[in-house]
């Protein structure tokens, strides 16, 4: 009997966790559908953003691109690895300019070359190692402004040499601006001459730290099989979309001045971990009903095989009990019969013959009361 209630017992929390499962993975697949249909808008903006001149020169595409990531890098998106480059396809298709941390500082004031006036807004930056920026120098930095560049020089584009300064009230860090090859040296003039008046000074996290480094380490080594591929002709630079469980991933090649430059888009995103670590109170909900409903399951079976072993314990005492009420009146009766047999007394015989009855009497009370008891009901039921 014990097994039986066992096997029960195992079935029925089978059947809750299967329907538990069931549910999760149906509320789990939603969720990811929602976050995939977002999966390339990285790659689309970017790609959308990219001028459409057929005969854009190089630094215009450079101008485009920094401009495009400074973009992308307001409220960064943590979930997402993004990597992008522009390719020389005639210097061996070298990169010419690749996505990484930067930043943009917005100023007042003109460059005059030779004739020419160039206005600008921005200029861009790139620190001489990891821009490793902590959380209070870059709250210092921006929107704050306790930031300075000193000794530095520009072109149309670039800001360089020189040092970045963050000053806080108790504390001064200076960073070493990089030199960069695509600087314009025909066009180099020191940034005082430049800049007027700097208005912003905004750190653009292409790589970043941690989860978004790894996912950015991640669409760089995708990028560069995807371009291979794309140089191979085993796929075309048309924007294209790998939505998955596990990992979504969109790209797109971007040929420019007729096919001088080829700029690479490539984001890779995870869904599932967004979606588990964005509702991990309703999966902890989730899997605390389960256990709620496992536990409730394992003591309703307790209970049914406790009372089905008392009611076999209830049940062999009242049959006893009841063997025992009757096996004295049929001892006794015995008697009566024998004793019957051998009297030649007619009227010893008639007392005999009414203890017997009386003795059959009693009997078939016993029956009835057992018949007609609550345990015997309950037990036909």
């Not at 973009?71 to 998106?77: D, E, K, P, Q, V």
């Not at 390719?87 to 070298?94: A, F, K, L, T, W």
């Not at 001459?193 to 991640?218: H, Q, S, W």
């Not at 001088?260 to 309703?282: A, G």
Request: glycine letters at 4%; proline letters at 2%; one cysteine or more.
């Amino acid at each position: 009997m014990k097994k039986h209630y066992l096997k029960f017992g195992i079935f029925y929390c089978i059947l809750a966790l299967m329907l538990f499962l069931a549910a999760v993975l149906f509320y789990t697949k939603r969720k990811i559908d929602k976050v995939n249909e977002f999966t390339g808008s990285t790659v689309n903006n970017s790609y959308a953003m990219i001028s459409l001149e057929v005969n854009a020169d190089p630094r215009t595409l450079m101008r485009n691109m920094l401009s495009n990531w400074a973009f992308l890098s307001i409220g960064s998106n943590e979930d997402v690895g993004y990597y992008s480059a522009i390719i020389d396809v005639r210097n061996n298709n070298s990169i010419l300019l690749e996505a990484q941390d930067f930043l943009e500082v917005s100023y007042y004031g003109e460059i005059e070359h030779e004739t020419s006036v160039i206005l600008r807004t921005e200029r861009y930056l790139f620190t001489d190692g990891p821009m490793d920026l902590t959380e209070e120098e870059t709250d210092y930095l921006y929107p704050r402004l306790r930031g300075s560049i000193t000794n530095a020089k520009c072109d149309d584009i670039w800001i360089y040499e020189g040092e970045l300064n963050i000053s806080a009230p108790d504390w001064t860090r200076t960073i070493p601006i990089a030199t960069y090859d695509q600087v314009d040296t025909s066009m180099e003039v020191p940034m005082e001459e430049c800049i007027v008046r700097i208005d912003n000074i905004t750190p653009c996290f292409m790589i970043g730290t941690g989860r978004k480094a790894a996912l950015y380490n991640e669409a760089k080594s995708c990028a560069e099989v995807f371009f291979d591929q794309y140089l191979d002709g085993l796929t075309t630079g048309e924007v294209t979309f790998d939505r998955g469980i596990f990992t979504s991933r969109s790209s797109a090649v971007y040929a420019a001045n007729g096919g001088d430059y080829l700029i690479v888009f490539y984001s890779v995103e995870k869904p599932l971990y967004m979606v588990l670590r964005d509702n991990i109170k309703v999966y902890i909900g989730a899997i605390a009903a389960l256990l709620v409903v496992q536990g409730l399951i394992i003591c309703s079976v307790r209970k049914l095989y406790h009372d089905q072993e008392d009611f076999e314990i209830r049940s062999r005492q009242l049959t006893y009990d009841i063997a025992s009420d009757l096996k004295k009146p049929l001892t006794r009766t015995k008697s009566y019969i024998e004793s019957w047999e051998a009297c030649d007394d007619d009227k010893k015989k008639q007392n005999y013959s009414k203890k017997i009855i009386d003795e059959v009497d009693s009997m078939s009370d016993t029956v009835s009361k057992f018949l007609s008891s609550g345990f015997v009901r309950n037990n036909r039921r």
